[in-house]
Protein backbone atom coordinates (compact mmCIF):
# COMPACT_ATOMS: atom_id res chain seq x y z
CA UNK A 1 0.00 0.00 0.00
CA UNK A 2 1.59 3.67 -0.74
CA UNK A 3 0.89 6.50 0.92
CA UNK A 4 0.82 8.85 -1.41
CA UNK A 5 -1.85 11.36 -2.81
CA UNK A 6 -2.72 11.16 -7.16
CA UNK A 7 -4.17 13.50 -8.75
CA UNK A 8 -5.20 13.17 -12.56
CA UNK A 9 -6.21 16.40 -14.37
CA UNK A 10 -7.65 15.62 -17.85
CA UNK A 11 -10.70 16.64 -20.24
CA UNK A 12 -14.09 14.83 -19.78
CA UNK A 13 -13.11 11.02 -21.47
CA UNK A 14 -9.37 11.23 -21.02
CA UNK A 15 -9.83 8.40 -18.46
CA UNK A 16 -9.08 9.41 -15.22
CA UNK A 17 -12.04 7.73 -13.42
CA UNK A 18 -11.05 4.39 -15.57
CA UNK A 19 -7.33 4.72 -14.02
CA UNK A 20 -7.74 5.86 -11.13
CA UNK A 21 -9.95 2.64 -10.57
CA UNK A 22 -7.20 0.41 -11.78
CA UNK A 23 -4.33 2.66 -9.34
CA UNK A 24 -6.40 1.78 -6.82
CA UNK A 25 -6.72 -1.61 -7.16
CA UNK A 26 -2.96 -1.99 -7.98
CA UNK A 27 -1.54 -0.13 -5.21
CA UNK A 28 -4.28 -0.42 -2.19
CA UNK A 29 -5.01 3.49 -2.75
CA UNK A 30 -8.09 4.75 -1.97
CA UNK A 31 -10.16 6.14 -4.99
CA UNK A 32 -12.04 9.50 -3.53
CA UNK A 33 -14.58 10.65 -6.61
CA UNK A 34 -15.97 14.37 -6.42
CA UNK A 35 -19.33 13.83 -7.51
CA UNK A 36 -19.82 11.15 -5.38
CA UNK A 37 -18.55 12.69 -1.88
CA UNK A 38 -21.26 15.57 -2.95
CA UNK A 39 -23.85 13.11 -3.68
CA UNK A 40 -23.79 11.61 -0.46
CA UNK A 41 -24.34 15.03 1.23
CA UNK A 42 -27.30 16.28 -0.69
CA UNK A 43 -29.31 12.61 -0.68
CA UNK A 44 -29.48 13.07 3.07
CA UNK A 45 -32.77 14.69 3.75
CA UNK A 46 -31.75 15.80 7.19
CA UNK A 47 -28.25 17.16 6.23
CA UNK A 48 -30.58 19.12 3.26
CA UNK A 49 -32.69 20.23 6.05
CA UNK A 50 -30.01 22.56 8.50
CA UNK A 51 -27.05 22.74 6.48
CA UNK A 52 -27.48 25.75 4.19
CA UNK A 53 -24.27 24.74 2.40
CA UNK A 54 -25.48 21.33 1.44
CA UNK A 55 -29.37 22.70 0.45
CA UNK A 56 -27.42 25.34 -2.01
CA UNK A 57 -25.31 22.13 -3.43
CA UNK A 58 -28.71 19.99 -3.66
CA UNK A 59 -29.99 23.16 -5.72
CA UNK A 60 -27.36 23.32 -7.90
CA UNK A 61 -26.98 19.63 -8.78
CA UNK A 62 -30.33 19.45 -10.02
CA UNK A 63 -29.98 22.15 -12.08
CA UNK A 64 -27.04 20.14 -13.69
CA UNK A 65 -24.59 22.68 -12.65
CA UNK A 66 -21.06 21.94 -10.29
CA UNK A 67 -21.06 22.27 -6.63
CA UNK A 68 -19.48 25.50 -5.65
CA UNK A 69 -15.89 24.96 -5.03
CA UNK A 70 -15.59 26.12 -1.60
CA UNK A 71 -17.93 23.33 -0.93
CA UNK A 72 -15.85 20.54 -2.78
CA UNK A 73 -12.54 22.17 -1.45
CA UNK A 74 -14.48 21.15 2.32
CA UNK A 75 -15.29 17.59 1.43
CA UNK A 76 -12.30 16.56 -0.17
CA UNK A 77 -10.13 18.22 2.48
CA UNK A 78 -12.19 16.55 5.24
CA UNK A 79 -12.64 13.35 3.01
CA UNK A 80 -8.50 13.38 3.06
CA UNK A 81 -8.19 14.05 6.79
CA UNK A 82 -9.82 10.91 7.66
CA UNK A 83 -8.23 8.90 5.30
CA UNK A 84 -4.50 10.53 6.19
CA UNK A 85 -5.15 9.55 9.95
CA UNK A 86 -6.07 5.64 8.94
CA UNK A 87 -2.80 5.78 7.10
CA UNK A 88 -4.37 5.28 3.39
CA UNK A 89 -3.08 6.32 -0.05
CA UNK A 90 -5.49 8.55 -2.09
CA UNK A 91 -6.75 9.08 -5.63
CA UNK A 92 -8.24 11.49 -6.68
CA UNK A 93 -9.94 11.87 -10.09
CA UNK A 94 -12.62 14.53 -10.20
CA UNK A 95 -10.49 17.57 -7.70
CA UNK A 96 -8.55 20.14 -8.19
CA UNK A 97 -10.60 21.28 -11.11
CA UNK A 98 -10.27 24.76 -10.30
CA UNK A 99 -7.76 27.27 -9.27
CA UNK A 100 -9.93 27.77 -5.91
CA UNK A 101 -9.33 24.55 -5.09
CA UNK A 102 -5.85 23.86 -5.79
CA UNK A 103 -5.06 26.95 -4.21
CA UNK A 104 -6.87 25.15 -1.04
CA UNK A 105 -6.64 21.99 -1.17
CA UNK A 106 -2.46 21.61 -2.22
CA UNK A 107 -1.22 23.17 1.13
CA UNK A 108 -3.35 20.64 2.55
CA UNK A 109 -2.05 18.05 0.96
CA UNK A 110 1.63 18.67 1.71
CA UNK A 111 1.29 19.00 5.28
CA UNK A 112 -0.60 15.47 5.20
CA UNK A 113 1.48 13.32 3.00
CA UNK A 114 4.55 15.53 2.09
CA UNK A 115 5.36 17.12 -1.40
CA UNK A 116 7.12 14.00 -2.33
CA UNK A 117 4.39 12.03 -1.97
CA UNK A 118 2.17 13.87 -4.39
CA UNK A 119 2.17 12.81 -7.95
CA UNK A 120 -0.37 14.89 -10.72
CA UNK A 121 -0.84 13.64 -13.84
CA UNK A 122 -2.29 15.14 -16.86
CA UNK A 123 -3.41 13.12 -19.65
CA UNK A 124 -4.40 14.54 -23.15
CA UNK A 125 -6.91 13.99 -24.89
CA UNK A 126 -8.72 15.64 -27.97
CA UNK A 127 -11.67 17.30 -28.34
CA UNK A 128 -12.88 14.69 -31.07
CA UNK A 129 -11.82 11.57 -28.96
CA UNK A 130 -13.96 13.45 -25.88
CA UNK A 131 -16.89 13.49 -27.77
CA UNK A 132 -16.86 9.76 -28.96
CA UNK A 133 -15.60 8.49 -26.02
CA UNK A 134 -18.21 10.18 -23.88
CA UNK A 135 -21.80 9.93 -25.84
CA UNK A 136 -23.93 7.85 -24.08
CA UNK A 137 -21.24 6.72 -22.02
CA UNK A 138 -22.54 3.94 -19.36
CA UNK A 139 -21.35 3.69 -15.74
CA UNK A 140 -22.34 1.64 -13.17
CA UNK A 141 -24.93 3.39 -10.50
CA UNK A 142 -22.96 2.08 -7.31
CA UNK A 143 -19.69 3.51 -8.00
CA UNK A 144 -19.80 4.59 -11.10
CA UNK A 145 -17.30 2.49 -12.68
CA UNK A 146 -17.03 3.36 -16.15
CA UNK A 147 -17.63 0.73 -18.48
CA UNK A 148 -15.80 0.19 -21.65
CA UNK A 149 -17.65 0.95 -25.41
CA UNK A 150 -18.01 -2.48 -26.89
CA UNK A 151 -16.05 -1.46 -30.01
CA UNK A 152 -13.64 -1.40 -27.58
CA UNK A 153 -13.76 -4.78 -26.00
CA UNK A 154 -16.69 -7.37 -27.26
CA UNK A 155 -16.37 -8.64 -23.89
CA UNK A 156 -18.75 -5.53 -22.85
CA UNK A 157 -21.62 -5.30 -25.61
CA UNK A 158 -24.29 -7.44 -23.63
CA UNK A 159 -23.41 -7.03 -20.23
CA UNK A 160 -26.53 -5.19 -18.11
CA UNK A 161 -24.49 -5.09 -14.33
CA UNK A 162 -20.82 -3.66 -13.60
CA UNK A 163 -18.63 -6.46 -14.06
CA UNK A 164 -16.56 -5.01 -10.44
CA UNK A 165 -19.68 -4.58 -8.23
CA UNK A 166 -22.63 -6.31 -9.97
CA UNK A 167 -24.77 -2.63 -9.61
CA UNK A 168 -27.23 -1.94 -12.62
CA UNK A 169 -25.35 -0.32 -15.79
CA UNK A 170 -26.52 3.28 -15.98
CA UNK A 171 -26.37 6.01 -18.63
CA UNK A 172 -26.77 9.72 -18.12
CA UNK A 173 -28.19 11.65 -21.24
CA UNK A 174 -28.42 14.91 -19.52
CA UNK A 175 -24.40 15.01 -19.23
CA UNK A 176 -23.77 12.88 -21.74
CA UNK A 177 -24.86 14.06 -24.85
CA UNK A 178 -22.52 15.62 -27.72
CA UNK A 179 -23.32 19.34 -26.98
CA UNK A 180 -22.88 19.09 -23.37
CA UNK A 181 -19.38 17.68 -23.48
CA UNK A 182 -18.61 19.98 -26.16
CA UNK A 183 -19.16 22.24 -23.69
CA UNK A 184 -17.88 20.15 -20.55
CA UNK A 185 -14.59 20.27 -23.27
CA UNK A 186 -14.59 23.80 -23.20
CA UNK A 187 -15.54 24.47 -19.36
CA UNK A 188 -11.91 22.38 -19.04
CA UNK A 189 -9.85 24.32 -21.44
CA UNK A 190 -11.23 27.51 -19.01
CA UNK A 191 -11.55 26.18 -15.62
CA UNK A 192 -9.26 23.63 -15.52
CA UNK A 193 -6.21 24.03 -17.41
CA UNK A 194 -5.32 27.17 -15.51
CA UNK A 195 -5.14 24.52 -12.67
CA UNK A 196 -1.84 23.21 -14.58
CA UNK A 197 -0.10 26.25 -15.15
CA UNK A 198 -0.67 27.12 -11.38
CA UNK A 199 0.66 23.83 -10.23
CA UNK A 200 3.71 24.59 -12.74
CA UNK A 201 4.53 28.01 -10.99
CA UNK A 202 4.62 26.18 -7.59
CA UNK A 203 7.38 23.66 -8.69
CA UNK A 204 5.35 20.83 -8.98
CA UNK A 205 6.14 18.29 -12.00
CA UNK A 206 3.03 17.59 -14.18
CA UNK A 207 3.25 13.85 -15.47
CA UNK A 208 1.80 14.14 -18.90
CA UNK A 209 0.33 11.23 -20.35
CA UNK A 210 -0.86 10.41 -23.64
CA UNK A 211 -5.02 9.80 -23.14
CA UNK A 212 -5.57 8.65 -26.80
CA UNK A 213 -4.09 5.17 -26.45
CA UNK A 214 -5.55 2.09 -25.20
CA UNK A 215 -6.60 1.80 -22.13
CA UNK A 216 -3.79 -0.45 -20.76
CA UNK A 217 -1.23 1.33 -22.46
CA UNK A 218 -2.18 4.43 -20.70
CA UNK A 219 -1.74 2.76 -17.71
CA UNK A 220 1.38 0.90 -18.05
CA UNK A 221 2.69 4.37 -19.12
CA UNK A 222 1.66 5.85 -15.48
CA UNK A 223 2.57 2.90 -13.27
CA UNK A 224 5.82 3.42 -14.66
CA UNK A 225 6.18 6.86 -12.43
CA UNK A 226 5.59 4.32 -9.61
CA UNK A 227 8.48 2.09 -10.09
CA UNK A 228 10.83 3.97 -10.72
P1 LIG B 1 -13.04 10.72 -17.27
O1 LIG B 1 -13.14 10.27 -15.84
O2 LIG B 1 -11.70 11.35 -17.60
O3 LIG B 1 -14.19 11.56 -17.75
P2 LIG B 1 -13.62 7.94 -17.85
O4 LIG B 1 -12.57 7.14 -17.19
O5 LIG B 1 -14.95 8.03 -17.20
O6 LIG B 1 -13.07 9.41 -18.19
O7 LIG B 1 -13.79 7.35 -19.34
C1 LIG B 1 -14.82 7.83 -20.22
C2 LIG B 1 -15.21 6.74 -21.23
O8 LIG B 1 -14.10 6.46 -22.09
C3 LIG B 1 -15.54 5.41 -20.56
O9 LIG B 1 -16.56 4.79 -21.29
C4 LIG B 1 -14.25 4.61 -20.64
O10 LIG B 1 -14.47 3.22 -20.64
C5 LIG B 1 -13.68 5.10 -21.95
N1 LIG B 1 -12.21 5.14 -21.95
C6 LIG B 1 -11.39 5.59 -20.95
N2 LIG B 1 -10.09 5.50 -21.32
C7 LIG B 1 -10.10 5.02 -22.59
C8 LIG B 1 -9.07 4.71 -23.56
N3 LIG B 1 -7.77 4.89 -23.27
N4 LIG B 1 -9.46 4.25 -24.76
C9 LIG B 1 -10.77 4.06 -25.07
N5 LIG B 1 -11.79 4.31 -24.22
C10 LIG B 1 -11.46 4.78 -23.00
Known amino acids: ML ?14 GTQANLLAEKFG ?21 KDPEVAEAKRLYEKGELF ?22 IVFSGSPRTLYEAEHELPEFEKLYGRDNIKIFYITLSEEESVK ?3 ERRIC ?16 KDITVCPWDGSPIITRPALD ?9 KVFLRDTAPVL ?32
Not at 29 to 49: F, M, N, Q, R, Y
Open 3 to 16: KQVVIFIAPPGAGK
Open 29 to 49: LVHVETSKLGEAKIKDPELVK
Open 68 to 89: PPPWTTKLVIEKMRELASEGKG
Open 133 to 135: RNS
Open 141 to 156: EKYHHPIPRPEYDPKF
Open 177 to 185: KPEVIRERY
Open 197 to 228: DYLREKGYKIIEINGEQPIEKVFEDIVKYFEA
